[in-house]
Nanobody, 124 residues
Framework: QVVLVESGGKWVQTGGSLTLSCTAS????????IGWFRQAPGKEREFVAG????????DYADFARGRFFLWRESSKNTVYLQMDNLRPEDTADYYC?????????????????WGQGTPVTVSS
């Protein structure tokens, strides 16, 4: 089974940028769609951005569109999430998940595999 490892989370000042990485233990192209989710304390896990199995379609949550950018580096089995103009409300644990659903999904319950998460804190 594929293992996902997230990294890159840390404290960042309001308005700053951060790039998170989701590295898979094996090639996921064509086999899995990858999604980034986040979960703040006391809140549900929410969709941030996702890449379908072909890697050709990226979906963004409304709050992420225009500020966040997702891309894949196939040679490294890694999907990145660049986050710009960060706000305090972006503070959360960020997770990547893998699903065999071709288009991916905004529903976290459809993801079969999860990483351990990486924490992001945004404050001034």
């Amino acid at each position: 089974q594929v293992v996902l490892v997230e990294s890159g989370g840390k404290w960042v000042q309001t308005g700053g940028s951060l790039t998170l990485s989701c590295t898979a233990s094996e090639r996921t192209e064509s086999s899995y769609a990858i999604g980034w989710f986040r979960q703040a304390p006391g809140k549900e896990r929410e969709f941030v951005a996702g890449l379908n199995r072909s890697g050709r379609t990226v979906d963004y949550a409304d709050f992420a569109r225009g500020r966040f950018f997702l891309w894949r580096e196939s040679s490294k089995n890694t999907v990145y999430l660049q986050m710009d103009n960060l706000r305090p409300e972006d503070t959360a644990d960020y997770y990547c998940g893998a699903t065999t659903w071709y288009a991916g999904s905004r529903d976290h319950s459809r993801y079969e595999i999860w990483g351990q998460g990486t924490p992001v804190t945004v404050s001034s």
